[in-house]
C-alpha cells in the first residue's frame, strides 16, 4: 500500500513563499513520476510540476517561473518550492505518485490527501 502524506501548507500573504512536502511509505525509485496537483474551488484538478525517477522535472505553462520541483531519494521525499505566491495560488495541493505498466503501459496513480495553500492579497 503506498501512503503519500502532505505538509507545509498554510495561509500566506501575497509575495510570501512556501514549501511543500510529500513524504512516501518506501522507495520513490518504484513510481516512474512522483508530482504536484492542485485543485481550486470549481476548478478541475492540474498538474503543476512533475519529477522523473531520473530527476526530470516538467512543469505546467507558466509555473516553472515560480515553483520548483525536488526531491530527497534517501529521505523519499519530494518537494515544490512556491515563491511569489499570488492569490490565484490559493488551491488544495495533492501530491501524486505515478507508475506506468512497462509492457501494458496502464498508469497507476497514487494520491496523498492533499494540503491546503491559501494567498491572501
Known amino acids: 500500500q503506498v501512503q503519500l502524506v502532505e505538509s507545509g501548507g498554510g495561509l500566506v500573504q501575497a509575495g510570501a513563499s512556501l514549501r511543500l512536502s510529500c513524504a512516501a511509505s518506501?522507495?520513490?525509485?518504484?513510481?516512474?513520476?512522483m508530482g504536484w496537483y492542485r485543485q481550486a474551488p470549481g476548478k478541475q484538478r492540474e498538474l503543476v510540476a512533475n519529477?522523473?525517477?531520473?530527476?526530470?522535472?516538467n512543469y505546467a505553462d507558466s509555473m516553472e517561473e515560480r515553483f520548483t520541483i525536488s526531491k530527497d531519494n534517501a529521505k523519499n521525499t519530494v518537494y515544490l518550492q512556491m515563491n511569489s505566491l499570488k492569490p490565484e495560488d490559493t488551491a488544495v495541493y495533492y501530491c501524486?505518485?505515478?507508475?506506468?505498466?512497462?509492457?501494458?503501459?496502464?498508469?497507476?496513480?497514487?494520491w496523498g490527501q492533499g494540503t491546503q495553500v491559501t494567498v491572501s492579497s
Open positions: 519529477i522523473s525517477s531520473g530527476g526530470s522535472t
Open positions: 518506501g522507495n520513490i525509485f518504484r513510481f516512474h513520476f
Open positions: 501524486n505518485a505515478r507508475r506506468v505498466g512497462s509492457t501494458t503501459g496502464v498508469i497507476y496513480d497514487f
